[in-house]
């Protein structure tokens, strides 16, 4: 995951709503992973799709053309003509969204569903529901490939340095992997397709949860600026 620019540019396109539940008592929200489409993957959209469908614990799928990536590339950025006018229709690519909701697994599949023929990329993120009815959120931070120790470093010392944040860790890309395969285990043939992802092409991370202020999901962009950090996500807390 992660690995283009593209994908980073995506992230915007695919930030779920901040409002929809009810209820004194909110569900766990779901997790939405979006599968980016190769530019030759349209012989085959009918296929990937019915692979997508095919993995365990995903609940719906969704295809979003190039066309519709555009109109909401537009409407995410309206207030900054400049980056419109500076970015090309036809640069976002088509994509699958698929909703996991099981948060537990939910990074599985979406490395699972990244090996398919024809899925460049894939993000994971919140599913639809009201983000600000939970006291706490999960934020994955996956890191760039050529990462320095100081970067790393200055990455930690920042997320240490927030309020109300819990279960900070680190995790190599076969940490990753290996806590995942004991999450999957009586999850279908998940572990099995899980075990077929090369670790080395799983990033290094940080993950942890962070308490809501008064509702309000926090403000993360001082994270998102620091080198050798390669996207901020916000998930639910069942994937930290």
């Not at 909401?72 to 309206?78: D, E, G």
């Not at 009586?186 to 990033?203: Q, R, Y």
Request: net charge negative; charged share 25%.
């Amino acid at each position: 995951m992660f690995r283009s620019l593209a994908t980073v540019v995506a992230l915007a396109l695919f930030a779920s709503p901040l409002s929809g539940c009810t209820g004194d008592d909110p569900d766990p929200l779901p997790a939405r992973i979006s599968a980016l489409l190769d530019r030759d993957a349209d012989a085959q959209q009918a296929a990937i799709e019915a692979r997508i469908r095919a993995v365990p614990a995903v609940t719906s799928v969704t295809f979003v053309s190039r066309e519709a990536a555009w109109e909401r590339f537009k409407q995410q950025f309206a207030d900054a003509p400049d980056l419109i006018a500076g970015t090309k229709p036809d640069s976002l690519p088509a994509s699958f969204e698929a909703t996991v909701a099981d948060g537990s697994v939910a990074e599985a599949v979406a490395l699972v569903i990244g090996t398919f023929d024809g899925i460049t990329d894939t993000t994971l993120r919140n599913g639809d529901g009201d983000v600000t009815k939970y006291e706490q959120i999960g934020v994955l931070v996956p890191l760039k490939s050529g990462v320095t120790d100081g970067q790393r470093a200055a990455v930690e010392q920042l997320i240490r340095g927030l309020p109300r944040t819990a279960s900070i860790r680190y995790e190599t890309g076969e940490q990753t992997k290996a806590r995942l395969l004991q999450r999957c285990k009586g999850k279908g043939d998940l572990a099995a397709s899980l075990e077929k992802v090369d670790a080395s092409e799983i990033p290094a991370s940080f993950r942890f949860r962070i308490g809501l202020h008064g509702g309000k999901i926090p403000q993360l962009a001082d994270l998102q600026r620091l080198d050798g950090v390669e996207a901020m996500l916000f998930v639910p807390v069942e994937v930290i």
